[in-house]
Each structure stands twice: as C-alpha cells, then as structure tokens.
C-alpha cells in the first residue's frame, strides 16, 4: 500500500504536507508494437535499446506474445513454461484471458528472446540456434543452455559461450 502526499496551503500561504492512506494507483499501459519487436529482436530495430526493453518488462509482456516466440524461434510450450517458471496451466489461463504477464515472468521471457535473438545471429538461422540450444554443451558442464536460461547466471553463461563461438574461440 502506498503512502502519497497531499498538499495544502494553510492560512499564511505555505504549502504543508498530509499524508494520505489511500494505494497509490498507477496504470501499467500496454507495450506499443515497436518495444514488442524490440523484445522479439524483430522488425528494423537496428540497436536494442536496454531501457525500451526494461520499460516493456515493467510493463508486462502480454501473453499472446508467445505464439510469436515459438514461432520465431521455435520453440515449445513447455520450454517456454519451464523458461518462464509458471505453470503451463497458468500459461494458457493468461493467454485466454489476454492478460499480461507478471515482472518477473517477462523479465524471464525476455531473457529468453534475447538469448534466442542471439543464437540465431551466431547460427544464422532459428533452426539450428535451437537444435544447438536442447544440445547438452561441454563448455556449459555438459548442460542444455535451454535449460541454463532459467537463471540469470546461467543466461550470462550461455551468452558468453555464443559470443565465443561468435568471434572463433575454441570452446
């Protein structure tokens, strides 16, 4: 519950303060398109703005958003789910009732598109940054980077073997 402050001016002309007990409301608007394809790494974005996407995540990814995933990245529901950390009940609930997901949850998905994004650069098609995502890598402690994305560590991990492979590093 949030505390506001009122301002009223008393006799004299000087502003002083009551504090009031009512919530504080503020209304969580919807991304545009443009920060959703930020999101996605599709469309002309040429650079992706790290406060557009902070701004989309605070916002709330709407759950439609992830046929657009799957689709661009082809990936399954229940890799999504696993990714995001909800149940896939609540994953269909949300889609149905076209609300938008929690902070935490598209802080999550996000990561996930951003890693996704970039396995596609460093493959250069969908396809194969997701056969190399379910692969159990070596460099990863023999772990599936899918799997390692749940976290942001394990997400910092992933990107950093992606950008060795990226510039030729043996791995």
């Known amino acids: 519950m949030g505390v506001t402050m009122i301002k009223e001016k008393s006799i004299k002309g000087q ?4 504090v009031s007990r009512r919530p504080s409301v503020t209304k969580r608007e919807k991304p545009s398109i443009k920060e959703l394809n930020v999101i996605l ?7 992706v703005d790290n406060l557009v996407i902070d701004r989309v995540v605070r916002k709330g990814l709407p759950a439609g958003v ?17 990714v995001a950390g909800v149940t896939l009940r609540t994953f269909q609930r949300k889609r149905a009732e076209r609300k938008n997901f929690s902070l935490p949850v598209s802080d999550r998905i996000a990561r996930l ?3 996704l994004s970039f396995a596609t650069q460093v493959f250069e098609d969908s396809e ?10 070596i460099a990863l402690g023999g772990q599936k ?24 590093v043996i791995s």
Do not use: C
């Not at 990936?75 to 999504?80: G, K, P, S």
């Open 15 to 18: 502003a002083r303060g009551r």
């Open 41 to 47: 790494g599709i469309g002309k974005v040429q650079a």
């Open 66 to 82: 992830s046929d657009k995933i799957k689709k661009a990245f082809l990936i399954t529901d229940a890799e999504l789910v696993k």
């Open 113 to 115: 598109t951003s890693i």
């Open 128 to 137: 194969s940054a997701t056969a190399w995502m379910r692969k159990p890598q």
């Open 145 to 168: 980077p899918i799997d390692l994305i749940e976290t942001e560590a394990g997400g910092n991990a992933v990107k950093d073997l992606l950008g060795r492979i990226e510039h030729g």
